[in-house]
């Protein structure tokens, strides 16, 4: 029966539909798969390493030991702050910098790179120092009128300038790190005679090795730590190290998740859509096979024994095409893609093979078991009693699997629910929108006496169910299109301005009250316009409720480090850009208030009505919360843990700071700054931002072209939708042939037929497609949205259009042909 099905072409389509499907997800999963781990590689180089131990003593050699037993890779750092001296005599000049002497082998992971002059073309550089020698960021160079050759004093130590350092993977935003870099060899560091008892030093243990070695190591740091007290030493991951590029990889991950979750939803519908074809047409084979003695039982092992068949050879054939279709995708997105990535692994092979198996078996057992009840009069009756409860329930369980499917695929569990819920809360509700939309066309029949006009509406009326199923699958089809057209861009320019190309690259602190209007004027000046100050006020958390800080209050180590040092503190009459409120309300001026970071809560475990006592400068504040704050951490813009409203802080001592983008043609402006301003320090972050946007391309890009093979599973999707009825619809036009309707009548019958049906399709979609976009980019991506009417326009032309094609392309033939001649074959 399979070989005669194949013959016949009655197995093409659904094992066309199927390849395509699993070729689709495939494709999505083995990208996605190497795309993830080379983002998540690429990000470790922010660190250095995939692991950073940090201490305030020397690291404790038996640490070293065991990671070395381990088979990891090793280096050091020793980070601190200290003045470097240039010149001699009265024509000396010096420079508080940051030094930070490197052992063999360091950065772990990323590259440095190096410059031939300080606006020149950057290269990278596996190097470290050599012995007698440093390598100055181009801040210092400035600072200091120096060049590459000249002599610079560390301590005890005078040393030769001989590199110009661009680019310093893991540099962090720590305050020892705001002063300019001076890069030195480990073993150099002795002799300068820089680091004595009472130092403010800070030793760094960089590791890198396969994921689970280094978090096996990890577990055993902490295990130490916990058993020995051991204070004073911090472990930064990737999650932990560096919020802002977390965040970015999340969105990442979150937008790639996107893409696969829509292209199981189009292959979900596509399969089913083939599979209740595939059923129809076997209609007439089925009652044969029951009158010539087969059994219930026999009947559904048959057809379910040809699916299974029809599943292993498309979901294979699937595999192999998205394996090699991820290559074709990663040399056409060329220069935004590393050639280097990190090999694919099984998973998104035995993905493949599950999601095609799980699709045709969920959605392809309905159709089976309304073939097992096909009655024996259907040889000389064509009649088609409905669906039984059985039936129906496993179209649950179909559902139940594409659900699973989702979430799997999502690897989010918010994320896949969202979509889950909007797809299936879309499948009922266009429904009962079709369902009433065809009970108000009966009432259209009497605004026009044209035949071809009362030939569509009788045509829609006389097949409702079928009717109703073509518009939930053109608007699912559409509405998974639209998400990956319109809606994608508009999410993709949503997360471009989370962290956008105008992010600051420049922050500027300490600037004392006098100096803002010097500060600001000199700001516009070199391009920088409207430049916003904050008022900076250090204070220290002294008492929760009345409950003094103790070291035992807060049991967790990041916890303690935070009310160990001193916060800093605002106060401003609006709520920040880039700030969002997630529970109570801003500031009504009234009384005292305090607004706090939502991750901050969390941590020290305050809520609102909590009331958080401050020693700002020897005076005693008090505030209850009001609200808990979400910042936006990859927008690199100002942001304070803690804002206090401005009646609480009048006359209280402050600074200001503030984050500026400073263009390419002022770079020089931070250097003239702290020679005119001594007490300000400017801080770079431009190449934190570079990577960051990086990986941001990186990820929009590989949206871009995910979106031409879920574009493949779509077509299929209104494909199957449009011939769906084209069997019933070509008796029709023989039968009005027949009865004497001319061709002419027929095909504007036709016509109006396919805009109406596609017209409501497309409103639907549009309509999904915006709620759905909303509720992700509230509920997931946290981006703010606004409804464009392009959606609309775009899902009703849309709709319109690829019915018209496709109800032209299906019944073309049947309307050139003799009446008799298509009876005959129907």
């Known amino acids: 029966m399979t070989q005669r099905d194949w013959r016949a072409g009655e197995l093409r389509f659904l094992l066309v539909a199927l390849i395509v499907a699993v070729a689709a997800l495939a494709s999505v999963g083995f990208f996605v798969d190497r795309m993830r781990a ?16 940090a201490a305030d003593q020397p690291i404790d050699p038996a640490w070293r030991s065991e990671a070395q037993r381990r088979g990891l890779k090793l280096a050091e750092t020793v980070v601190f702050p200290s003045m470097a001296i240039a010149g001699e005599g009265d024509g000396s000049r010096s420079q508080l910098a940051s030094i930070k002497a490197v052992s063999a082998g360091y950065p772990l992971r990323g590259n440095l790179k190096l410059a031939e002059r300080p606006d020149g073309v950057e290269r990278v550089t596996r190097e470290i120092p050599a012995a007698g020698t440093v390598w100055l960021d181009a801040n210092m160079l400035s600072a200091l ?39 030195l060899v480990l073993a150099d560091l002795t002799s300068t005679h820089l680091v004595q008892d009472g130092s403010r030093v800070t030793y760094r243990l960089l590791v890198a090795g396969a994921p689970q070695p280094v978090q096996d190591f990890q577990q055993w740091i902490e295990s130490g730590i916990a058993r020995d007290q051991i204070k004073g030493v911090r472990i930064e991951n990737l999650e932990s190290g560096r919020p802002e590029m977390r965040a970015t990889l999340d969105r990442g991950e979150q937008f790639l998740s996107l893409v696969g979750l829509l292209s199981a939803m189009l292959a979900a519908v596509a399969v089913a859509m083939a599979a209740r074809r595939f059923m129809l047409r076997h209609l007439d084979a089925c009652a044969m096979l029951r009158c010539l003695g087969m059994t219930q039982n026999q009947v559904t092992q048959l057809y379910l024994l040809e699916f299974v068949l029809i599943g292993l050879v498309g979901s294979v054939i699937g595999v ?80 139940l699997t594409f659900v699973g499917l989702l979430l799997w695929q999502a690897g989010n569990l918010k994320l896949g629910l969202l979509t889950a819920l909007g797809f299936l809360g879309g499948f009922g509700l266009f429904a009962l929108i079709g369902w009433l939309a065809l009970k108000t066309l009966r009432h259209l029949r009497r605004l026009s006496q044209h035949p071809s006009w009362r030939f569509a509406l009788t045509g829609l009326q006389r097949r409702p169910g079928a009717t109703i199923v073509q518009i939930v699958a053109l608007a699912l089809g559409l509405m998974a299109l639209l998400l990956l057209t319109v809606i994608r861009g508009d999410l993709v ?57 103790t070291p035992e209050t807060y049991p967790d180590d990041r916890a ?72 936006e951490w990859g927008s690199m813009r100002v942001n304070f843990f803690v804002i206090l409203n401005p009646k609480l802080m009048t006359d209280m001592p402050q600074t200001w700071i503030t984050a500026f983008k ?85 095909s504007q019958a036709q016509r109006i037929e396919f805009v109406l049906i596609g017209s409501l399709a497309g409103l639907l979609a549009a309509s999904g497609a915006a709620a759905t976009g909303w509720a992700l980019a509230h509920y997931v991506f946290s981006f703010s949205w606004t409804f464009s009417p392009l959606v609309w326009l775009a899902g009703m032309a849309t709709g319109a259009a690829c019915t018209l094609v496709g109800g032209w392309v299906g019944l073309r033939n049947v309307l050139n042909q003799p009446p008799l001649q298509t009876l005959r074959e129907a």
């Open 493 to 549: 320019g949503a997360w471009r301005q989370a962290t956008p190309a105008d992010a600051p690259n420049r922050f500027v602190i300490n600037i004392q009250t006098e100096q803002r209007s010097d500060i600001t004027q000199r700001l516009v000046a070199n391009g920088v316009p409207q430049p916003q100050l904050f008022p900076m006020i250090r204070g220290r958390l002294t008492q929760v409720n009345a409950k003094p800080i």
């Open 662 to 746: 400073l263009p390419d043609a002022h770079v020089n402006f931070g250097n003239q700054l702290t020679r005119d301003f001594p007490n300000l320090t400017v801080v770079d972050i431009g190449s934190v931002i570079k990577q960051i946007q990086g990986v941001i391309d990186q990820v929009v890009a590989a949206v871009e072209f995910l979106f031409l093979f879920t574009l493949a599973s779509g077509v299929l999707v209104l494909y199957a939708a449009l011939v769906g009825s084209q069997h019933e619809r070509t008796r029709e036009a023989g039968l009005l042939r027949a009865l004497g309707a001319t061709r002419k009548q027929l």
């Open 145 to 183: 009128r120096l060049s590459v050759g000249d002599p610079l004093k560390l301590g005890d130590r005078t040393f030769k300038v001989a590199r110009i350092l661009a680019v310093e993977p893991d540099r962090g935003s720590g305050f020892i790190n705001f002063a300019p870099r001076v890069m």
């Open 38 to 53: 080379g983002l998540n590689r690429d990000a470790h180089q922010l660190l250095g390493a995939d692991l950073l131990i």
């Open 320 to 399: 192999l095409l998205g394996f090699g279709a991820h290559f074709m995708l990663l040399k056409l997105l060329g220069q935004f893609v590393a050639h280097d990535l990190p090999n694919a692994s099984v998973m998104p092979a035995l993905q493949g093979l599950a999601t095609g198996m799980l699709l045709l078996i969920g959605f392809a057992l309905p159709p089976i078991l309304q073939l097992r009840n096909v009655p024996h009069n259907r040889v000389i009756r064509r009649e088609q009693d409905a669906p039984q409860v059985a039936v129906l329930l496993t179209y649950g369980l179909g559902t």
């Open 560 to 631: 303690k480090r935070l009310v160990d040092r001193e916060f800093n503190l605002s106060t401003m009459h609006d709520i920040p850009a880039q700030n969002s409120i997630t529970a109570g309300r801003w500031f009504n001026d009234s009384r005292p208030e305090a607004s706090v970071e939502e991750g901050l809560a969390k941590t020290l475990n305050l809520k609102l009505g909590d009331t958080l006592q401050f020693d700002i400068g020897g005076q005693l504040v008090s505030a209850p919360i009001t609200s808990l704050r979400k910042l």
